[in-house]
């Protein structure tokens, strides 16, 4: 079983909303708690690149390109990650994927769930 799980990716138009899942059910309670945890995306043909990140303390930061419009938020109890894309545009288009950070020296990658915007 993969240490992160991705869901929730597809097709929706621009100006639509997605609401990408990530779960950790691996982790123990213990473990998953005092984890970073972000979402980073691949545009087609591009690098990989950080979209926003939400620490243990819940304190969040999101890349200047989807502020005011994307929301990262955590269950701890459920040990899931949650990003919420509103208003979405073409150039959201990409690979989506979870990365924990257990801050111990242990981070995982998810396998990455796709999200095209059509215009």
């Known amino acids: 079983q993969a240490q992160l799980v991705e869901s929730g990716g597809g097709l929706v138009q621009a100006g639509g909303s997605l609401t990408l899942s990530c779960k950790a059910p691996?982790?123990?309670?213990?473990?998953?708690?005092?984890?970073?945890m972000a979402w980073y995306r691949q545009p087609p043909g591009k690098e990989r690149e950080l979209v926003a990140t939400?620490?243990?303390?819940?304190?969040?930061n999101y890349a200047d390109s989807v502020k005011g419009r994307f929301t990262i938020s955590r269950d701890n109890s459920r040990k899931m990650v949650y990003l919420q894309m509103n208003s979405l545009k073409s150039e959201d288009t990409g690979v989506y994927y979870c990365?924990?950070?257990?801050?111990?020296?242990?981070?995982?990658w998810g396998q990455g769930t796709q999200v095209t915007v059509s215009s």
């Open positions: 990365y924990q950070d257990q801050r111990n020296g242990v981070t995982y």
């Open positions: 691996r982790n123990i309670f213990s473990v998953f708690t005092p984890s970073d």
């Open positions: 939400i620490t243990a303390s819940r304190s969040t």
